[in-house]
Structures are given as structure tokens and as C-alpha cells.
């Protein structure tokens, strides 16, 4: 009988598969992030517990392309600056990627808010254009042009924070409890230059951006760079707390009835 490939694979075709896992190279990146404070009691206010907010309300928007072998990925990240216990990190709202292969093992594993979308980064001479769009809207554009060169930093360790949890199938809460990952990121930089240039944010239903505002402007930059991951499970978390801020992974049809803050143009 022919192979069925839905069918169950062996022991050794399993062991490969975990092998190949364990040796990728590097895989380097190009890509835009621009960094702001923003409105403090807006930054806290999306931090499900336990997170907390950390000194000053930061924001980081993080927008690549990666040269993935076979075809290339648009990975984008939107998060905000977080603490748990003594560990200060990012912890993501949204995480736009361009294939779906991108989003399974991220949000599956990690519990990473990856959501399909379109992810933008162009340069013609010193002039650069990132954005992070879905729906048709660009949420996030940055634009500027390069104004120099920066020093290359040393190899450096970033932690994001994330929720892994499973909707009930009743539909009432979860599963399981949810569990609060600590993702620590490998990272170095073989290239980097400054930006000069600006941050707008559009306003759209399906993320809501705009609520966090760029309030100063702290810095631009355009480098290349390779990452490698670990997480590990941090606690298990309360549902009851985690549950009101669940919307944040999901496009809630109910949020189309969320308008705009007070006072916004």
C-alpha cells in the first residue's frame, strides 16, 4: 500500500524531525523598531495579571523581514514593556505574520497573539517604510531615512511574556489553567543604523493601536539581525484574571463597538 501521510509516523521519523529541529542555523533578519513612552495608565491597562507595569510605559514596535530558507516571512510585533517578579521583558498585543506556518508553532507552543497580516519593509537609498497592516488598514507605519550608523551592540538576552491557554469548549473559560511562558530571546546584530523619522498609528477595530499613543519618540533603528528562542513555563496563572483580557488574542466581533478613547481627533 502507498504511504498514507495522514497516517502515524514512526519512531525514527519522529526522532528526525526533533534532530532537525535542534540544529538550525542562523537565521537573520532585516528590520525596522521604533521605541516610545507612551500613556502609563494605558500601558498598565493592558497587562493581564500577573504583569505589571515597569518604571517608564514603553512601547515597542518590531517590523522584519526574515530570510527563512525556501521562501521569505514578514514577522511584525507590537508590545508593550512588562514585568514579572524581577524579570522586566515585552509582552506582545499583537504579532502580525505573513504565512500561516509562522503562526502554529508560535502561538501553539508559546502561546504567542500571531495573527495572519500583511508585514512591510522598504528601503530605496536612505528612505524606509515599514508597516504592519490587517484588514486592509495599516496600524502601524514608520517612515524615515537612514542618518548614520551605530555601534554594533554585544550579544544580548530579551525576554517576551506570554499567556498559553485553551477556550473551553463549552465556551465558558478554559480547559485547562492557563500558564504564564517566559520566552527568552538570543539575540545579535551584525548591522544597525539610526532612523530618523516618525511613527503614525491608525486607528482600527481589530487592533487598537491608537490607544497607545506615541508620547516621546526615543528611537528608531534599521538593523540585521539572528535570534534563537527558548520558553519555559513561568506559573500557572488565575483564569478568572486572565479571562476579561482574552479579547487581545482573538478579532471579538465585539469590538466593533469599541469606539475611539475620549478626546481623540
Same mark, same amino acid.
Given at each position: 500500500?502507498?504511504?498514507?501521510?495522514?497516517?502515524?509516523?514512526?519512531?525514527? %521519523?519522529?526522532?528526525?524531525?526533533?534532530?532537525?529541529?535542534?540544529?538550525?542555523?542562523?537565521?537573520?533578519?532585516?528590520?525596522?523598531?521604533?521605541?516610545? %513612552?507612551?500613556?502609563?495608565?494605558?500601558?498598565?491597562?493592558?497587562?493581564?495579571?500577573?504583569?505589571?507595569?515597569?518604571?517608564?510605559?514603553?512601547?515597542?514596535?518590531?517590523?522584519?523581514?526574515?530570510?527563512?530558507?525556501?521562501? $521569505?516571512?514578514?514577522?511584525?510585533?507590537?508590545?508593550?514593556?512588562?514585568?514579572?517578579?524581577?524579570? %522586566?521583558?515585552?509582552?506582545?498585543?499583537?504579532?502580525?505574520?505573513?504565512? =500561516?506556518?509562522?503562526?502554529?508553532?508560535?502561538?501553539?507552543? !508559546?502561546? %504567542?497573539?500571531?495573527?495572519?497580516?500583511?508585514?512591510?519593509? =522598504?528601503?530605496?537609498?536612505?528612505?524606509?517604510?515599514?508597516?504592519?497592516?490587517?484588514?486592509?488598514?495599516?496600524?502601524? =507605519?514608520?517612515?524615515?531615512?537612514?542618518?548614520?550608523?551605530? $555601534?554594533?551592540?554585544?550579544?544580548?538576552?530579551?525576554? @517576551?511574556? *506570554? !499567556?498559553? !491557554?485553551?477556550?473551553?469548549? @463549552?465556551?465558558?473559560?478554559?480547559?485547562? @489553567?492557563?500558564?504564564?511562558?517566559?520566552?527568552?530571546?538570543? =539575540?545579535?546584530?551584525?548591522?544597525?543604523?539610526?532612523?530618523?523619522?516618525?511613527?503614525?498609528?491608525?486607528?482600527?477595530?481589530?487592533? $487598537?493601536?491608537?490607544?497607545?499613543?506615541?508620547?516621546?519618540?526615543?528611537?528608531?533603528?534599521?538593523?540585521?539581525?539572528?535570534?534563537?528562542?527558548?520558553?519555559?513555563?513561568?506559573?500557572?496563572? @488565575?483564569?478568572?484574571?486572565?479571562?476579561? *483580557?482574552?479579547?487581545?488574542?482573538?478579532?471579538?466581533?465585539?469590538?466593533?463597538?469599541?469606539?475611539?478613547?475620549?478626546?481623540?481627533?
Amino acid at each position: 500500500m502507498a504511504r498514507v501521510r495522514y497516517g502515524a509516523r514512526t519512531e525514527a %521519523e519522529i526522532a528526525a524531525t526533533r534532530a532537525a529541529q535542534a540544529k538550525l542555523p542562523d537565521i537573520w533578519s532585516t528590520g525596522v523598531v521604533a521605541t516610545w %513612552e507612551s500613556d502609563p495608565d494605558a500601558v498598565a491597562a493592558v497587562l493581564p495579571p500577573p504583569l505589571k507595569p515597569t518604571a517608564r510605559p514603553l512601547v515597542r514596535v518590531n517590523i522584519s523581514k526574515v530570510s527563512l530558507p525556501g521562501y $521569505p516571512l514578514g514577522a511584525g510585533s507590537f508590545a508593550v514593556a512588562a514585568a514579572h517578579g524581577g524579570v %522586566e521583558g515585552w509582552y506582545p498585543l499583537v504579532m502580525p505574520m505573513t504565512h =500561516e506556518r509562522a503562526l502554529t508553532g508560535g502561538r501553539e507552543v !508559546f502561546g %504567542e497573539p500571531k495573527k495572519l497580516g500583511e508585514v512591510t519593509v =522598504e528601503r530605496d537609498g536612505l528612505v524606509i517604510r515599514a508597516s504592519l497592516a490587517r484588514h486592509g488598514i495599516a496600524f502601524v =507605519e514608520v517612515r524615515g531615512a537612514v542618518s548614520g550608523e551605530l $555601534p554594533l551592540p554585544a550579544p544580548s538576552r530579551k525576554t @517576551d511574556f *506570554y !499567556f498559553k !491557554f485553551l477556550p473551553a469548549v @463549552d465556551g465558558s473559560g478554559f480547559d485547562a @489553567d492557563p500558564v504564564l511562558v517566559h520566552c527568552v530571546r538570543e =539575540e545579535k546584530v551584525r548591522k544597525l543604523e539610526r532612523i530618523t523619522g516618525d511613527v503614525i498609528l491608525r486607528e482600527s477595530v481589530y487592533d $487598537p493601536v491608537t490607544d497607545l499613543p506615541v508620547r516621546r519618540l526615543l528611537e528608531i533603528s534599521l538593523g540585521e539581525k539572528t535570534t534563537d528562542q527558548r520558553g519555559t513555563v513561568a506559573e500557572r496563572v @488565575d483564569a478568572a484574571a486572565l479571562l476579561p *483580557y482574552v479579547h487581545q488574542r482573538y478579532d471579538d466581533p465585539l469590538q466593533v463597538f469599541d469606539g475611539p478613547p475620549e478626546g481623540s481627533a
